[in-house]
């Protein structure tokens, strides 16, 4: 089946500093990839939608300036969470739409100290 | 009223129990039909995808939709304690690159 791998799993960083995260399709071309943030025991959140080649489009009160999305190619995509504080501690998660459904990554957890 | 309604548990039952879970929505547009699981710390992965009404069942897991009455079912027969997970229901009006909508997610634990 489809797998999108993300990276890294787990992270911690001092306040101020940024922080990458990187999702890949391994065995097809996400033209779309959506990122999501988590918060514990709730639902998942969009953030936004990235598309390959253009800009990300940002859900409504979602920073664009803070968290930056680049989708430069059909299998990457990333998300930076730049001057990250502890409020933006939370569980990022992406996803692409493969042939059959929507596969997910295995999630990063963010933790900022 | 949200898009997608479910009931956010936590749901204990003993093993081999039958579950039932269940999503409400009020977006006739919707079309497609997912049941994701999620264990503690990892990304959902997909369990049942349904388009449009009827039943699909794939082992212990059966889905069910009716869009009549805009109500979708997730069945889990002979529950095991590795069934323990957050289980969430999504639904998306197109097959093209719309983001899901998600239920709250409910709460399940198998009891050995």
């Known amino acids: 089946g489809a797998v999108v791998s993300q990276h890294p799993s787990w992270v911690i960083c001092k306040s101020g500093t940024s922080v990458k995260i990187e999702c890949r399709s391994l065995?097809?071309?996400?033209?779309?990839m959506f990122w999501y943030r988590q918060f514990p025991k709730q639902s998942l959140m969009l953030m936004a939608t990235?598309?390959?080649?253009?800009?990300?489009?940002?859900e409504q009160g979602v920073e664009k300036d803070k968290f930056l999305i680049n989708h430069a190619s059909l299998t990457l995509s990333t998300l930076t969470v730049t001057s990250a504080h502890p409020e933006d501690s939370s569980f990022y998660i992406c996803?692409?739409?493969?042939?059959?459904?929507?596969?997910f990554g295995s999630g990063t957890r963010l933790t900022v100290v | 009223q949200k898009e997608v309604e479910q009931d956010p548990g936590p749901l204990s039952v003993p093993e081999g129990a039958i579950v039932s879970l269940n999503c409400t929505y009020s977006?006739?547009?919707?079309?497609?039909f997912m049941w994701y699981r999620q264990y503690s710390r990892k990304g959902p992965e997909l369990l049942m995808y349904?388009?449009?009404?009827g039943n699909k069942e794939d082992g212990r897991f059966t889905a069910q939709v009716d869009k009549s009455s805009k109500y979708i079912s997730l069945f889990i027969r002979d529950s095991q304690p590795s069934d323990s997970a957050t289980y969430l229901c999504?639904?998306?009006?197109?097959?093209?690159?719309?983001?899901?909508?998600f239920g709250k997610g409910t709460r399940l634990s198998v009891i050995a």
């Open positions: 065995d097809f071309q996400a033209t779309t």
């Open positions: 999504a639904m998306s009006p197109d097959s093209g690159n719309t983001p899901l909508v």
């Open positions: 349904t388009y449009s009404s």
């Open positions: 977006n006739s547009a919707f079309q497609y």
């Open positions: 996803s692409a739409k493969d042939g059959y459904g929507y596969t």
């Open positions: 990235s598309n390959e080649g253009s800009k990300a489009t940002y």
